[in-house]
């Protein structure tokens, strides 16, 4: 992987926003190949592409199971009834262990929660260009066109959504702290994910014992990274 190791001077000319806190650092590491984008812009223009191509989406729909005999996946049961295909991929993220378990699949995913605020940007010469990682903290703060998402931690908490405001007040501290002025953190809108990991961190993508019956799931933190290649892969 490409990188550059920077001096105070080379990290300013990348990141002007931190001269006013550039005594806290002496240097930094620049990943070039590393790249930021916003996922629900890119997933709301890939859903209106895939429309256009044919592609039905079937919203509010609840699954109650998987429906399936010794051989073959029957069906998915859901509150509007019983969907049946040629072929399913179950692409649910930290939910998949829940409805593959009770076809006996046990997947070794595990939902881990992260916290992030979206900050509005009051003042754009504060805000950064791109993204810094916070090593210290473990938080990372990036720049969506006149907003900034601050993201991070790693809690084991099962598949509970409470938000808890220590974490709040974490990713608040780390924002302030690098780029004082660029917004108020007190207008943030403070929200929760749940990752779904697996213990080394590779995601599982493939064939299941059922011919029909495919998975894509585990990418923990690197869901929209590595989207595109695993929508190939299973293509």
């Known amino acids: 992987m490409p990188y550059q190791l920077l001096d105070r001077a080379g990290y300013i000319a990348a990141e002007p926003a931190l ?85 006996g699949i046990r997947l070794p995913v595990y939902p881990v929660k992260g916290y992030s605020i979206i900050v509005p940007i009051d003042d754009a010469r504060h805000a950064p260009e791109s993204t810094i990682m916070d090593e210290t903290h473990k938080v990372a703060v990036t720049r969506l066109g006149d907003r900034i998402r601050v993201g991070g931690t790693a809690e084991l908490a099962g598949y509970s959504l409470a938000l808890r405001e220590s974490r709040r007040t974490t990713l608040n501290h780390v924002l302030t702290d690098l780029f004082p002025g660029a917004g108020d953190v007190a207008r943030g809108d403070f929200w929760t994910g749940l990752r779904p990991m697996t213990p080394d961190g590779t995601p599982v993508v493939g064939g299941t014992p059922y011919p029909n019956l495919y998975l894509a799931t585990g990418h923990g933190t690197l869901g929209w990274t590595m989207a595109a290649g695993t929508g190939r892969v299973m293509a």
């Open 19 to 103: 001269v006013p806190v550039q005594e806290k650092f002496v240097g930094g590491l620049r990943l070039p190949g590393d790249e930021t984008g916003d996922c629900f812009k890119f997933t709301q223009n890939l859903a209106a592409l895939a429309g256009n191509l044919g592609v039905k989406f079937r919203y509010g729909v609840y699954i109650k199971g998987i429906s399936s005999d010794s051989a073959r996946i029957t069906g998915i049961a859901t509150d509007q009834g019983l969907l049946t295909a040629d072929a399913y991929l179950v692409a649910l993220g930290s939910y998949a262990p829940l409805v593959l378990r009770p076809i």
